[in-house]
């Protein structure tokens, strides 16, 4: 893998992806019962979920400043460590106070390493050859990614079912974030440019928050585009947060009886990438308009969501759960494309900052809000106020129009 080729480069970016992603992977299928087997309950994950939402969001918008400023490897270390740190503290803690500590360390991570990875991908390759093409290592990341998070979770559910333990899988996730972290600085043989400084990046962040305000509140499509995402946070969150102990007393079992967690989770995250790829497909077969993929796939995912809440048998319930994460993959590029249909260059980086910033405020309102409604109405309740909001917001996508580029003056 010689660093000085772009075929070097890119496999190096493969062999850093798919060591990102396994240790969440590992993890991903017992993150909800980790800290309910040290006796918390779904009200205080979800306190455990918002402080993660809150923290990644407060540092989404001065992220890529942070790597200009001190270097995109240095960045993806501190965030590795960071992790390593928030999986220690998975392992060891026994009350909400630790739990929240070790969330609030993993939202870090995540905000930290959301772009320096492909960035230094692009730039590298770009400065090797400028006539490069890079949409194939694009591509064949996000396929990496997908795979090392689906033998992770396949991993990570049979851990514990073999183990009668979820210690074995925190351990393994431990390991293989050290695997990561060592891999970096010797995979990543360049840093990448360093424009600003540190100082400067934070100062730019209440600018930028401050023009998607205004852009939010002036321009209606904008707007609704912006609540659509929330609604779609409160959606995502409600079934994260509550189909790891939905699906275990399903089973009738014990929450180490994780072994069809880890195979239900890898299934979801393959089906959303199939979604993904269907997605030019269902804009073709609505007549070509994608605000009516849009509406079309937001309307699927409430009704997957509602048959998720309505299931009473394992399959039925599985089912629905891989249905769900299938029609999210096949409705976000569509989203993604109105929202670039409706803003213009000058401002599109700050509008995607805050449709990003939009996702985890609903996710915060979910966190705070469905656990409790599922601690006193059930789960089943708590799932069908989401999937009633999730079937609502698929109206603002017919609501908008069909072009309007809107600039920042």
């Given at each position: 893998m010689n660093p000085n080729t772009t075929t070097g480069v890119r496999n190096r970016f493969l062999i850093l992806v798919a060591l990102r992603w396994l240790p969440v992977g590992l993890v991903a299928p017992i993150l909800v019962l980790i800290p309910r087997s040290k006796g918390l309950s779904?009200?205080?994950?979800?306190?455990?979920?918002?402080?993660?939402?809150?923290?990644?969001?407060?540092?989404?918008?001065?992220?890529?400043?942070?790597?200009?400023?001190?270097?995109?490897?240095?960045?993806?270390?501190?965030?590795?460590?960071?992790?390593?740190v928030f999986t220690v503290l998975l392992l060891v803690a026994d009350t909400m106070v630790g739990f929240g500590v070790a969330t609030f360390f993993g939202g870090m991570s995540r905000a930290l390493d959301s772009g320096p990875l492909e960035a230094w991908f692009v730039d590298r390759t770009r400065e090797l050859d400028p006539d490069a093409g890079i949409r194939g290592g694009l591509s064949a990341g996000g396929t990496i990614d997908g795979i090392a998070l689906a033998l992770g979770a396949i991993a990570g559910g049979l851990i514990p079912a073999m183990s009668g333990s979820l210690g074995p899988a925190i351990v393994t996730s431990l390991i293989a974030g050290v695997v990561y972290l060592i891999a970096i600085p010797l995979l990543m043989t360049a840093d990448g440019p360093r424009d600003q400084t540190f100082t400067a990046t934070f100062a730019e962040v209440p600018a930028v928050v401050g023009s998607g305000i205004r852009l939010g509140f002036r321009h209606r499509p904008i707007r609704l585009l912006l609540l659509a995402s929330a609604?779609?946070?409160?959606?995502?969150?409600?079934?994260?947060?509550?189909?790891?102990?939905h699906f275990i007393a399903l089973g009738g079992g014990a929450d180490t009886d994780t072994g069809p967690l880890g195979f239900i989770l890898a299934s979801g995250f393959a089906l959303a990438g199939l979604g993904s790829a269907l997605a030019p497909r269902l804009t073709k077969w609505v007549g070509g308009d994608p605000r009516h993929a849009a509406f079309t796939a937001?309307?699927?995912?409430?009704?997957?969501?509602?048959?998720?809440?309505?299931?009473?048998?394992?399959?039925?319930?599985?089912?629905?759960?891989?249905?769900?994460?299938?029609?999210?993959?096949?409705g976000f590029p569509v989203e993604n494309e109105?929202?670039?249909?409706?803003?213009?260059a000058n401002v599109r980086t700050t509008v995607l900052s805050i449709k990003s910033l939009s996702l985890q405020a609903g996710g915060l309102v979910a966190s705070l809000t469905i656990a409790r409604l599922a601690e006193a109405a059930g789960i089943s309740t708590a799932w069908w106020v989401a999937a009633s909001v999730l079937a609502l917001s698929s109206i603002a996508f017919l609501r908008l129009p069909t072009h309007a580029l809107v600039r920042e003056h």
């Amino acid at each position: 893998m010689n660093p000085n080729t772009t075929t070097g480069v890119r496999n190096r970016f493969l062999i850093l992806v798919a060591l990102r992603w396994l240790p969440v992977g590992l993890v991903a299928p017992i993150l909800v019962l980790i800290p309910r087997s040290k006796g918390l309950s779904l009200s205080e994950i979800g306190v455990m979920f918002a402080i993660y939402g809150l923290t990644t969001a407060a540092l989404e918008l001065p992220t890529g400043g942070l790597a200009d400023a001190l270097g995109r490897r240095t960045i993806l270390i501190v965030s590795a460590v960071l992790t390593l740190v928030f999986t220690v503290l998975l392992l060891v803690a026994d009350t909400m106070v630790g739990f929240g500590v070790a969330t609030f360390f993993g939202g870090m991570s995540r905000a930290l390493d959301s772009g320096p990875l492909e960035a230094w991908f692009v730039d590298r390759t770009r400065e090797l050859d400028p006539d490069a093409g890079i949409r194939g290592g694009l591509s064949a990341g996000g396929t990496i990614d997908g795979i090392a998070l689906a033998l992770g979770a396949i991993a990570g559910g049979l851990i514990p079912a073999m183990s009668g333990s979820l210690g074995p899988a925190i351990v393994t996730s431990l390991i293989a974030g050290v695997v990561y972290l060592i891999a970096i600085p010797l995979l990543m043989t360049a840093d990448g440019p360093r424009d600003q400084t540190f100082t400067a990046t934070f100062a730019e962040v209440p600018a930028v928050v401050g023009s998607g305000i205004r852009l939010g509140f002036r321009h209606r499509p904008i707007r609704l585009l912006l609540l659509a995402s929330a609604a779609l946070g409160i959606g995502l969150s409600s079934v994260e947060l509550l189909w790891q102990p939905h699906f275990i007393a399903l089973g009738g079992g014990a929450d180490t009886d994780t072994g069809p967690l880890g195979f239900i989770l890898a299934s979801g995250f393959a089906l959303a990438g199939l979604g993904s790829a269907l997605a030019p497909r269902l804009t073709k077969w609505v007549g070509g308009d994608p605000r009516h993929a849009a509406f079309t796939a937001r309307l699927l995912i409430g009704v997957m969501l509602a048959g998720l809440a309505s299931a009473t048998g394992f399959g039925v319930a599985v089912a629905a759960f891989v249905g769900f994460y299938f029609m999210n993959g096949l409705g976000f590029p569509v989203e993604n494309e109105l929202l670039h249909d409706q803003v213009s260059a000058n401002v599109r980086t700050t509008v995607l900052s805050i449709k990003s910033l939009s996702l985890q405020a609903g996710g915060l309102v979910a966190s705070l809000t469905i656990a409790r409604l599922a601690e006193a109405a059930g789960i089943s309740t708590a799932w069908w106020v989401a999937a009633s909001v999730l079937a609502l917001s698929s109206i603002a996508f017919l609501r908008l129009p069909t072009h309007a580029l809107v600039r920042e003056h």
